[in-house]
C-alpha cells in the first residue's frame, strides 16, 4: 500500500518537525474520530489515513533514541498501530477488506523496520513486539484470536 494523502512537502516538514507532526496527527485523528460519531465515514476515513500517514512519518524521523525519550517513542509506536487499527477497522466497516489487510501489513512491516532503532532500549523492543502482536491479531477472524499476553485494547 503506498498512499499518498500528505503533500510532500507538508511531510518532508513533518519530518524534520516530529514535535509539530504529534500535534498534528492528534487533532488528525481527533477529527477522524469525530467525524466517524457523525456518520461521515468516507470523511473520517480520509482524515484517519493521513492521521496514520502522519503517525509513520513520526515513527520514521531521525530523532535521537535515548533512555531520556523513551516515553516519547511509546507514545509514538501506541499511536501508530492504534491508528493502524482504527484505520483498518474503518475500511473493513466500508467493505474495503484487502485495503484494511493492507494497512495492517503496512503496519506490521514498518514495526520490523523500527526495531533495530531502538535495540538499546529493550523495553521499546518488548513494546514494539507487543503492539505488533496486537496488529496481527487484528487482521485473524474473530473467533481464532490468540489468547494475548499483553493487553491489546
Known amino acids: 500500500m503506498n498512499s499518498q494523502r500528505l503533500c510532500p512537502v507538508y511531510r518532508k516538514w513533518l519530518q524534520l518537525h516530529p514535535a509539530n507532526a504529534r500535534a498534528h496527527r492528534l487533532s488528525l485523528q481527533i477529527q477522524a474520530q469525530e467525524a466517524h460519531k457523525q456518520g461521515k465515514s468516507a470523511f473520517a476515513r480520509d482524515m484517519c489515513y493521513q492521521a496514520f500517514e502522519t503517525a509513520k512519518v513520526v515513527l520514521t524521523a531521525l530523532q535521537p533514541v535515548s533512555k531520556s525519550n523513551i516515553s516519547t517513542a511509546y507514545n509514538d ?77
Do not use: W
Open 77 to 153: 509506536i501506541i499511536s501508530f498501530g492504534a491508528l493502524g487499527m482504527y484505520l483498518s477497522s474503518l475500511l473493513q466497516r466500508a467493505y474495503k477488506k484487502h485495503e484494511a489487510h493492507e494497512v495492517l501489513q503496512e503496519c506490521q512491516q514498518l514495526l520490523i523496520a523500527v526495531m533495530p532503532l531502538h535495540a538499546a532500549n529493550p523495553s521499546v523492543c518488548r513494546l514494539i513486539s507487543a503492539v505488533q502482536h496486537c496488529v496481527d491479531s487484528k487482521g485473524l477472524p474473530p473467533n481464532t484470536l490468540p489468547m494475548p499476553n499483553v493487553a491489546c485494547h
